[in-house]
C-alpha cells in the first residue's frame, strides 16, 4: 500500500501515467452508472485513439447517456431544459464513437446492462454485450484480468468513499487486500456524490492515482416521469402485499415511486377509503400502519426507499442498517438529500456489495434468512407469459433493452426464504406507433424469469398469485388480470392449446378490466393522495402540463387515424387551460393560425383532448 497516490489536475497527464504503469494496455474496470469518472476515462480514449499501440478494454455496464431528440417534438420539448433535467453531464467519448460507428479497432467495451433502450438498434453494443446476473458479473469482470480499478469518489480528510459505487467495487478491493487479485486503483474526486460510510470507505493509500479536475461535473440526473393512473392502481395492489415487520425490494421508475407513496399513505392510514371504492377484487390483507416498520436490502436504492426512510416506514435495523444497497442511480434530490443528513442517520442506509444484497448464500447466510423475514422483492416486466415466464430485459431476440441484473438474483432469494415472494409488476397493456397491445400474452419472445419460478404479478386490473399453482389455474388467474379487451383472445390460445378448459369463462367481477374503470376508481383521489409526481419533480409547471399531451402525441405517431383525431381535436375542442404557454415553450406560436405546422396543430389538439378527458 503507497503512503499516497499521486495526485494529478490534468487529465490527460494522468491517462498517460496510466498507460505507463501498465506497459501500454489497459484492462479497465468501470462502475456502472453513477460511479463512472468521466474526466478520466475521456483522457484515457482520447490517448488510445491517437496512439494505436495503445490498448484500452473497458469492461462496464449502464452507460449514461443524455437522451438524444428523435425528433423536431422531442428536441423543442428537451433542449431548453437538458442540463435542468439531466444535468451538466458531459458526454463519454467512448459511448459517442460507439453512437458514431467510430470506435477504434484498439478500444473494446463491453457492458452486462445497458441504459434502458440506449443501444437498441446498434451493433457494436449489441455485439459486445455481456449476459450476466448482476451477483455474477463480478466472476466475469476478474475473467477479464483487470489490471486498472477506476472510480469516481468523493473525499473526507485522508479516507474516500465509493459512494455510489460499492456493488463490485468493495469485493474487488477487499480481494486485493486478501491477496486474490493485482489491479491499480485510480480515481477522480467529485464531491457531488454523498461521502457513504462503512464498506464504502477507502484510506487514500488504496489508491496509485488520484485526478483533482480544476472543474468538478455536475452529476447525471435520473428523470422522474409521472405516475398514470395504470401505475397507480398497481401500486395501491402491491401495497396490500407487503407485512409490517419484514423486508423491502423496490426498483425505480414510475411504479416504484408509487408503490413508496402508497406504502407511506398506508401508513398514515389513508388508503382505506380508495380500497374501500375499488370496483376490481383485491387481494393481499396487509393494510395497516407499520408498528415495527420494514428493513431494506435491495441492489438499487431509489429515491422511494430514501422517502420510506425518511418517513419511518423504514426502520427496522439489521446490524445498525435500517437499508443495505449496492449501488444508486436517482434524480439529483436524492443525492442532495443524502448529502445533507447528519453522518450517522446517513449510516444507517449501508452500501454494500452485491454479493451481499442480491445473494442469500455463504459464509452469512443463516444471518441474512434471519433479517430478510416476510421479503417482498418488488420488480417490473415488459411482458408476462400465460404460463408465467417473464421478459424483463429484451424487446425482441437478440435485441437488448437492459439486461437481467439483479432480477434473477432475487427471484432466487425469493424462492430460498421461507416466506419470501417475488412481485412482478406491469401495465396489462401498452400503445405503441398508434396501436395498442397486452402485456400479458400467450408466449414472450425472451424468457428472463422462467416459469417454474413465477411467482405474483400484478397488473392494475389485480394480483395473481402464481407460486405452486397447475397451469390451468396460472392461465386462469392471469386473464383475470389482462385487460378485457384481449381476454377473449387470450382465452382462446389457451383454450387451443389444451391447456384450459372448454367450458370455462371469465368471472363476471374481472370482465370490466378496462381503462375506464381505473379512471372512474382513481380519478377523484389524485388531487389529494395521488399526485403526479409523489417524490418531486425537476419538470417545471409548464412542463408538467405538457407530458401528458407528448405521451398522447407519441402514442399516436405511425398511426393516420390517432393523428387525425388529434388534428380534429385541435378545431373542435375548447383550448386546454395552459395551452398558450405550452405551445410558447415548444416554439411555437401561442395562438392558433390556419397555417401553423401540422405538428404543432397535433400537439394542440393533444393538450386539448387531455384537458376535455380531465374536465
Request: glycine share 8%.
Amino acid at each position: 500500500m503507497a503512503d499516497a497516490p499521486r495526485r494529478f489536475a490534468d487529465a490527460d497527464e494522468m491517462a498517460r501515467a496510466i498507460f505507463d504503469a501498465v506497459g501500454g494496455e489497459i484492462r479497465l474496470a468501470l462502475p456502472l452508472g453513477l460511479g463512472k469518472p468521466v474526466t478520466l476515462v475521456n483522457a484515457l480514449t482520447r490517448a488510445a485513439a491517437a496512439d494505436p499501440s495503445l490498448r484500452l478494454s473497458i469492461f462496464t455496464a449502464i452507460t449514461l447517456q443524455r437522451p438524444i431528440p428523435s425528433n423536431d417534438i422531442e428536441r423543442r420539448f428537451l433542449e431548453p431544459a437538458m442540463d435542468r433535467l439531466f444535468g451538466a453531464y458531459p458526454d463519454l467519448h467512448y459511448a459517442q464513437m460507439i453512437r458514431d460507428g467510430a470506435l477504434p479497432d484498439n478500444i473494446e467495451v463491453s457492458e452486462f446492462f445497458f441504459q434502458v433502450g440506449t443501444w437498441l438498434g446498434n451493433e457494436y453494443a449489441q455485439r459486445h454485450y455481456i449476459a450476466a446476473n448482476y451477483t455474477h458479473a463480478r466472476d466475469v469482470l476478474i475473467a477479464q484480468r483487470p489490471n486498472v480499478v477506476s472510480q469516481l469518489m468523493p473525499r473526507d480528510g485522508a479516507q474516500f468513499s465509493m459512494s455510489c459505487n460499492t456493488d463490485i467495487s468493495a469485493d474487488l478491493f477487499a480481494m486485493r487486500r486478501a491477496g486474490e487479485m493485482d489491479f491499480i486503483a485510480v480515481a477522480e474526486v467529485n464531491d457531488a456524490l454523498p461521502f457513504m460510510g462503512g464498506p464504502a470507505v477507502l484510506d487514500e493509500r488504496e489508491l496509485a492515482m488520484l485526478l483533482e479536475p480544476p472543474e468538478q461535473f455536475e452529476l447525471f440526473s435520473a428523470v422522474r416521469r409521472p405516475v398514470s393512473d395504470a401505475q397507480y392502481a398497481i401500486a395501491l395492489h402491491v401495497a396490500r402485499q407487503v407485512p409490517d415487520g419484514g423486508t423491502l425490494q423496490i426498483g425505480i421508475g414510475a411504479i416504484g415511486d408509487a408503490v413508496a407513496h402508497a406504502l407511506l399513505m398506508r401508513d398514515a392510514g389513508r388508503l382505506a377509503p380508495l380500497w374501500a371504492e375499488c370496483p376490481l377484487p383485491l387481494s393481499g390483507d396487509e393494510t395497516g400502519p407499520f408498528h415495527t416498520g420494514l428493513y431494506a436490502v435491495t441492489e438499487m436504492l431509489v429515491g422511494g426507499l430514501v422517502a420510506l426512510f425518511e418517513g419511518g416506514v423504514i426502520r427496522r435495523e439489521v446490524d445498525g442498517a435500517a437499508i443495505h444497497a449496492g449501488f444508486f442511480l436517482e434524480a439529483r434530490d436524492m443525492y442532495e438529500t443524502l448529502r445533507a443528513m447528519p453522518p450517522e442517520r446517513r449510516d444507517r442506509i449501508r452500501m454494500m456489495p452485491v454479493s451481499f444484497t442480491n445473494a442469500l448464500y455463504g459464509a452469512d447466510e443463516a444471518a441474512k434468512r434471519a433479517a430478510r423475514v416476510h421479503a417482498r422483492f418488488v420488480n417490473s416486466a415488459m411482458q408476462v407469459s400465460l404460463l408465467g415466464d417473464a421478459m424483463s430485459d429484451a424487446a425482441k431476440p437478440g435485441q437488448m433493452v437492459s439486461g437481467v441484473g439483479g432480477q434473477f438474483n432475487f427471484f432466487e432469494q425469493a424462492f430460498a426464504l421461507e416466506d419470501g415472494r417475488a412481485v412482478l409488476t406491469l401495465p396489462a397493456t401498452r400503445r405503441s406507433k398508434g396501436e395498442l397491445t397486452s402485456n400479458i400474452v400467450w408466449q414472450v419472445p425472451v424468457t428472463t424469469v422462467p416459469r417454474h419460478m413465477r411467482d405474483i404479478v400484478v397488473t392494475e386490473y389485480g394480483a395473481a398469485d402464481l407460486r405452486g399453482q397447475t397451469d390451468e389455474e396460472v392461465i386462469k388467474r392471469l386473464i383475470m388480470i389482462a385487460d378485457s379487451r384481449f381476454q377473449p383472445a387470450l382465452l382462446a390460445e389457451a383454450q387451443k392449446a389444451g391447456k384450459i378448459a372448454k367450458d370455462w369463462r371469465i368471472p363476471p367481477a374481472h370482465c370490466a378490466n378496462t381503462p375506464e374503470t381505473i379512471l372512474g376508481w382513481l380519478s377523484p383521489h389524485r388531487a389529494d393522495l395521488l399526485p403526479d409526481f409523489p417524490l418531486g419533480t425537476d419538470f417545471d409547471a409548464t412542463e408538467r402540463q405538457l407530458l401528458p399531451a407528448l405521451t398522447r402525441l407519441g402514442a399516436a405517431a405511425g398511426s393516420k387515424r390517432a393523428l387525425l383525431g388529434l388534428l380534429a381535436a385541435s378545431v373542435t375542442k375548447p383550448p386546454h387551460p395552459a395551452e398558450e404557454a405550452a405551445m410558447t415553450r415548444m416554439g411555437f406560436d401561442a395562438a392558433p393560425s390556419l397555417f401553423e405546422p401540422l405538428q404543432a396543430r397535433a400537439l394542440r389538439g393533444a393538450l386539448r383532448a387531455i384537458s376535455d378527458q380531465t374536465s
